[in-house]
């Protein structure tokens, strides 16, 4: 509650992200994937240049709640999701890549 | 406007400096203007400036939703320089490099610029050939720079770490001797002051939250103060430009991110010139109040909040401690941080919109501030002629889909790996 509360005030000095396999930890041992919104075009669809360029190049960029990928690399080495508030940093939840939210 | 000059400091001073002019108007906005610019950070003002200067629009206003100087041109580490390898890069910042050089007598407001040097270090012979390649490139497009050797950094920058224990050891550097820093309040305060003196509104606390487009054509803003009419509008909101754009229904190779950067207690002057570490991301010069300016790598994923995590500060000053030892004895007076419009290939867009009388300036990424002067005046023109300018023809939009990219360092669409 109180962590919470710290995080939403911007009163911490690093993220807590909760690894689901490995419980709390310091943002150190994660690198970030970026946006977990975005979808690669269907495999052996016929796709045309907007939609392969919307996968590559456009974001939705949002300021307030934003589903992202990060990587626990040094640690379990597994890529998950994390939702996460772009302008207060304030961790909402984090979900395996197979779960939505 | 009131000129500033020697004799008006000594007239000012013989009245105890109670009788100086407001440096800008507070006006109401108006009911119609000819062009709105959104954002007064340096891109926005010198839009204007350069309007009302070459181009001749007179009622123009500048609608700021915080205060001038409150957004990254006055958070950023005021480094100029145009060490591009890509020819539209070197060509345009190096336009800009030129431009800075009168920018103190165009404006008549002393911006401090400082060409005292920007020296990239190597620390390896594949950096020190890459570099070798990066020099003639500039060469090529007729800027000054020189491939120097290790004997000749340690000349510079003795202090730096030249022992045999040293991590990076330093095998030499890509000097560029016009590169240097300005008074970053100063450019935005310069541009403000000269701009209104043509006849510009600056209006502050002004927030701008929608457009009135009828039939694929601007009709005018919404905004905190009230909808104000206009047939052009150009954006130069850095940070925010995603958001801004989501109201005119498009959405943009863009992500923001926030980068964080801090100064050390004063100190003795210490390092004259930029110098940038080539073993990971760290830069730093000295302020003329004798600050050490320090910086390096975003944060690393999404934000838009104006402030970052201890880690990167961490991360970055072991940088600075293994490039100049000597930083560890120094205390952190102040960390900050600022949202940067990063666009997907790293280099700016400059362009229209698919809705008449909407153009776009942004994506400036960590580098905006050196390109003030040259990203103004081409905006300018896009905005007065509704066709680019010849120099930033080549940041236009549509690169993102014909392949046309200026991806300068090769790391292709994952801003945050810096
Ligand atoms: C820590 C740091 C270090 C940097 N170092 C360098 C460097 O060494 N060299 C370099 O060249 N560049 C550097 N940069 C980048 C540079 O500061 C930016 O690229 C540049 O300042 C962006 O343009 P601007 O000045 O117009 O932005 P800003 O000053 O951010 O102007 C945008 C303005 O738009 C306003 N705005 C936003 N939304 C709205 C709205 N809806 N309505 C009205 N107004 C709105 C904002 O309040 C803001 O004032 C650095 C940036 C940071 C944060
Ligand atoms: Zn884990």
């Not at chain 2, 030249?162 to 991590?167: D, E, K, V």
């Not at chain 2, 002004?206 to 509008?233: A, H, M, P, W």
Request: one cysteine or more; proline letters at 3%.
């Amino acid at each position: 509650m109180k962590k919470a509360l710290e995080q939403k005030l911007g009163l911490v000095d690093m993220l807590e992200i909760k690894c689901p396999y490995c419980g709390d930890r310091s943002q150190n041992e994660f690198s970030y994937g970026g946006d977990a919104t975005v979808k690669r075009p269907e495999l052996n669809s016929e796709v045309n240049d907007l939609e392969w360029d919307s996968f590559v190049y456009y974001r939705d960029n949002p300021r307030g709640k934003h589903l992202e990928l990060w990587h626990h690399i040094s640690g379990c080495r597994q890529w998950f999701k994390v939702h996460r508030n772009t302008a207060t940093h304030e961790i909402i939840q984090t979900l395996e890549m197979q779960e939505d939210l | 406007m009131q000129k500033y000059s020697v004799f008006s400091l000594i007239k000012n001073a013989l009245t105890n400096h109670q009788n100086w002019d407001v440096v800008w108007r507070d006006p109401e906005p108006k009911k119609e203007y000819e062009a709105i610019i959104i954002g007064g950070g340096g891109h926005g003002l010198a839009t204007a400036f350069y309007l009302a200067k070459y181009y001749n629009m007179k009622n123009i206003a500048i609608l700021e939703k915080g205060w001038i100087g409150g957004g990254n041109v006055a958070r950023n580490t005021t480094i100029l320089r145009s060490n591009y390898m890509h020819d539209a890069n070197s060509l345009f910042y190096d336009h800009g490099m030129q431009m800075w050089k009168d920018l103190s007598q165009e404006l008549n407001y002393n911006v401090m610029y400082s060409p005292r040097g920007i020296l990239n270090l190597a620390h390896s012979d594949a950096q020190l050939n890459a570099y070798a390649r990066r020099g003639n490139s500039m060469r090529l497009n007729g800027i000054d720079v020189s491939l120097i050797g290790r004997e000749e950094v340690k000349k510079m920058i003795p202090f730096a770490d030249f022992t045999s224990n040293a991590r990076f050891p330093i095998f030499g550097g890509l000097l560029q001797p016009i590169g240097g820093t300005a008074r970053h309040d100063a450019v935005a305060w310069g541009y403000a002051r000269a701009a209104d003196d043509m006849g510009v509104d600056i209006i502050q606390h002004c927030e701008v939250n929608g457009f009135d487009i009828e039939n694929g054509k601007l009709t005018g803003v919404q905004t905190s103060r009230g909808n104000i009419k206009t047939k052009k509008v150009g954006l130069c909101v850095a940070g925010s430009t995603s958001l801004l754009a989501e109201k005119l229904n498009m959405n943009l190779p863009m992500e923001a991110h926030v980068l964080q950067a801090c100064v050390s207690e004063p100190v003795k002057p210490l390092l004259d010139g930029v110098v940038t570490f080539g073993a990971g991301h760290f830069y730093c010069s000295q302020s003329d109040k004798g600050e050490m300016v320090m910086g390096g790598d975003l944060d690393g994923y999404n934000s838009y909040a104006q402030r970052g995590n201890l880690p990167t500060i961490q991360h970055v000053l072991t940088e600075g401690v293994a490039l100049f030892p000597n930083l560890s004895r120094l205390k952190i007076l102040r960390t900050w941080g600022g949202v940067m419009d990063m666009s997907m290939d790293g280099s700016p867009i400059i362009d229209k919109t698919h809705i008449e009388g909407v153009y776009l300036n942004c994506g400036w990424c960590y580098g905006g501030f050196k390109a003030t002067p040259v990203s103004g005046l081409t905006f300018a023109h896009t905005i007065a002629n509704d066709t680019p300018h010849d120099l930033s023809i080549p940041f236009r939009l549509d690169r993102f889909n014909t392949g046309h990219l200026l991806d300068e360092k090769g790391l292709g669409t994952k801003t945050w790996i810096s």
